[in-house]
């Protein structure tokens, strides 16, 4: 059974496996990191474990049995109890659910553990796989994403309350 842990300084290397191995699958849906990311991995690796220090930030990985990372799931800019949602799961757990369950359990972890009482996510208008796990996960469409913030192609911030009702 997949586990959602908070990442450390010994993820690097099978978070860099993943970044490595999904490359081209990512590259479909989301903007390619450029090699620049790749040959720097070690020092942005490094930046993340301090914003997370911190407490701007929560980086996520999801291992699975072996070790190896399934899904990275990033909770950024936090500000005023409202924080991004960002994620990526490697393709051959794609489809499966992995997701959508991964991000409902952030989700949980944002408002219990980090104090956060939203989560926005933009997703392209043509990945229709993201738009469906924000969906699926409670997240609502509230209005249209600048293009810069998605690589340059148009797109829609989704948004979640965490609040618990009663």
Avoid at 4 to 25: D, I, M, Q, S, W
Avoid at 60 to 86: H, I, K, M, P, Q
Avoid at 98 to 121: D, F, I, K, M, S
């Amino acid at each position: 059974m997949p586990e959602l842990k908070r990442l450390h300084a010994g993820h690097a290397p099978a978070v860099l496996a993943f970044e490595l191995t999904n490359r081209a699958y990512f590259a479909a849906s989301v903007s390619d990191r450029g090699d620049e990311y790749y040959d720097q991995f070690t020092d942005r690796h490094s930046a993340l474990l301090a914003e997370q220090e911190a407490g701007i930030g929560a980086f996520y990985v999801l291992v699975g049995e072996d070790g190896s990372v399934l899904g990275r799931f990033n909770l950024y800019d936090f500000e005023d109890g409202t924080a991004e949602l960002g994620y990526r799961v490697a393709q051959h757990v794609a489809s499966r659910g992995v997701a959508t369950a991964t991000v409902r359990e952030l989700c949980r972890l944002a408002a219990a553990r980090h104090g956060l009482r939203t989560l926005r996510a933009a997703t392209a208008r043509d990945n229709a796989a993201s738009q469906r796990v924000l969906i699926k996960a409670g997240f609502v469409p509230v209005g249209p994403a600048d293009p810069a913030h998605l690589g340059g192609k148009p797109g829609t911030w989704y948004q979640r309350d965490l609040v618990l009702r009663q």
